[in-house]
Each structure stands twice: as structure tokens, then as C-alpha cells.
């Protein structure tokens, strides 16, 4: 997870970084194999509606983007 956060603060426009946080990062994840019970869904649900990254606007992007970052915000507090 953290280096998807590293890939959306990198170079390119907003759709080019999430889209290479979902697809060298995030599709990388199991949620029942990688993630605590309580944050498997919501993974899943982030998936599902930023799959298409390539293709999103601004706002959509930006909104997925801040959901990958509120997800990782997440995994940290469960881990403490």
C-alpha cells in the first residue's frame, strides 16, 4: 500500500498515477490474504471503482486517490 502512495505522488497528470498505483501495486493485493477483516470490503469497493483510472476525470481520479490514502491510513491504525 505504501507504494502506491509513493506512485501517486510521482510525475504525470493525476490518471497516470493512479492508474500505476492500481495496476503495479494495488492488483497486487488479495484482500482475504493481504488485508485485516474489517478493511477487506472497502479494498474491494476501491477497486471496483477505480479500475478505470485510464479514463477517469479529475474529480474521479482525485477521489480515488484520496480513498487509496484513507485506506492506508486504515491498515496503519489497525496495525497499532
Known amino acids: 500500500m505504501h507504494?502506491?502512495?509513493i506512485s501517486l505522488v510521482g510525475?504525470?497528470?493525476m490518471q497516470t498515477r493512479l492508474h500505476g498505483a492500481i495496476k503495479s501495486q494495488l492488483n497486487h493485493i488479495s484482500p482475504k490474504a493481504d488485508l485485516p477483516e474489517e478493511l477487506q470490503q472497502e479494498f474491494s469497493l476501491l477497486m471496483s471503482a477505480c479500475r478505470d483510472a485510464d479514463t477517469a476525470s479529475d474529480n474521479e481520479a482525485e477521489y480515488c486517490a484520496r480513498?487509496?490514502?484513507n485506506l492506508n491510513e486504515k491498515m496503519h491504525d489497525a496495525r497499532h
Open 3 to 5: 507504494l502506491a502512495l
Open 11 to 13: 510525475p504525470g497528470t
Open 67 to 69: 480513498q487509496i490514502v
